[in-house]
Nanobody, 124 residues
Framework: QVQLVESGGGLVQAGGSLRLSCVAS????????MGWFRQAPGKEREFVAG???????GYIGSVRGRFTISRDNAKNTLHLQMNSLKPEDTAVYYC??????????????????WGQGTQVTVSS
């Protein structure tokens, strides 16, 4: 049974940093595409950052240069380092697993497994 568990969320002041982690179990996801999404109250879930099967990253414009996605294949763990956080980054953040050999994909429907989410709150 595949399970994704996120951690690392919390409350931080604007300009601060957080590092999210997503530990996967039930399958080794090396060479799978993976991603981070977020959903703010009253808004649709949106893509934040992704990594393709060969660990090449992709980001939405609003986080490029501030967020860094990475993967530790030995620990089957996905990370999202978030720096220079802004109040508009406040949301529940979800990790997701896509396809074997997959590319970075902005569409949530391209991902098969999801974590339960971790809350990130950035105060002004």
């Amino acid at each position: 049974q595949v399970q994704l568990v996120e951690s690392g969320g919390g409350l931080v002041q604007a300009g601060g940093s957080l590092r999210l982690s997503c530990v996967a179990s039930g399958r080794n996801f090396r060479r799978y595409s993976m991603g981070w999404f977020r959903q703010a109250p009253g808004k649709e879930r949106e893509f934040v950052a992704g990594i393709n099967w060969s660990d090449s990253p992709g980001y939405i414009g609003s986080v490029r240069g501030r967020f860094t996605i990475s993967r530790d294949n030995a620990k089957n763990t996905l990370h999202l380092q978030m720096n220079s956080l802004k109040p508009e980054d406040t949301a529940v953040y979800y990790c997701a697993v896509g396809q074997y050999g997959g590319t970075v994909n902005y569409n949530p429907s391209a991902y098969d497994y999801w974590g339960q989410g971790t809350q990130v709150t950035v105060s002004s």
